[in-house]
């Protein structure tokens, strides 16, 4: 069974602090995600990774940053917290091909900004 | 721009009594569709997908899905509920020449009374 583990469950941050949501994945899948959930909005893509090294932008990378170094971790970055950043963060994993692989999610993290 | 629409946020339903999760979508082109079903308290889980072929797709836990080219719409239903079908459903779509971008619905919330 694919396991995608996020680092922490539960956060809270400072305005202004740089913050790091880690998330690794065990079964060697190529794409990695990360996503924030908000209440009536559904799912937003922030990056996604198609392998090491690469990323690219979603839809709402503004305050974000994200690195892959090694092909199990995908972290996400904020520079800078601020409150509109108080949401939850899901990150997920899948195969590269085929296209059509479903997304592997971790449990989340609630981070909160204040 | 594909898009997709659930348009009740919350439905309510008695145990044993059937539902259907209403998923409309929007897309100029041949698409995949998903259906995602996100407990309390955990990551989202795939709960069935079209991918081609047979318009009824079955899935996990007893849901099927009926994808409708015409209406554009995919949604989801079973017969008689249970008490822990009680989680947040989440409809998606992507293009099938995307290589990663999948986008979400606002999500719908199964509540299944006693």
């Known amino acids: 069974d694919v396991k995608v583990t996020q680092s922490s469950r539960y956060l809270v941050k400072r305005t202004g602090e740089k913050v790091f949501l880690e998330c690794v994945q065990d079964?060697?899948?190529?794409?990695m995600f990360w996503y924030r959930q908000d209440p009536g909005l559904g799912l937003r893509l922030i990056y996604f990774?198609?392998?090491?090294?690469?990323?690219e932008k979603g839809d709402i990378p503004e305050g974000y940053s994200v690195s892959r170094e090694k092909k199990e971790r995908f972290s996400l970055i904020l520079e800078s917290a601020s409150t509109n950043q108080t949401s939850m963060y899901l990150c997920?994993?899948?195969?590269?091909?085929?296209?059509?692989?479903?997304?592997?999610f971790g449990n989340g993290t609630r981070l909160t900004v204040t | 721009a594909q898009s997709v629409t659930q348009l009740d946020s919350q439905v309510p339903v008695f145990e044993e009594a059937p539902v259907e999760l209403r998923c409309n979508y929007s897309?100029?082109?041949?698409?995949?569709l998903f259906w995602y079903v996100q407990y309390p308290n955990q990551g989202l889980q795939l709960l069935l997908k079209?991918?081609?072929?047979?318009?009824l797709v079955k899935g996990i836990n007893g849901f099927e899905a009926e994808f409708n080219k015409s209406q554009t719409s995919f949604h989801l239903r079973k017969p008689s509920v249970h008490i822990s079908d009680t989680a947040e459903y989440f409809c998606?779509?992507?293009?099938?020449?995307?290589?990663?971008?999948?986008?979400f619905g606002s999500g719908t919330r199964l509540l299944v009374r006693p």
């Open positions: 079209y991918l081609s072929g047979s318009t």
């Open positions: 990774s198609y392998d090491v090294k690469m990323k």
């Open positions: 897309s100029s082109v041949s698409v995949y």
């Open positions: 997920a994993s899948r195969l590269g091909q085929p296209y059509n692989s479903p997304l592997h």
């Open positions: 998606a779509v992507s293009e099938v020449d995307s290589s990663y971008k999948l986008i």
């Open positions: 079964m060697d899948h190529e794409n």
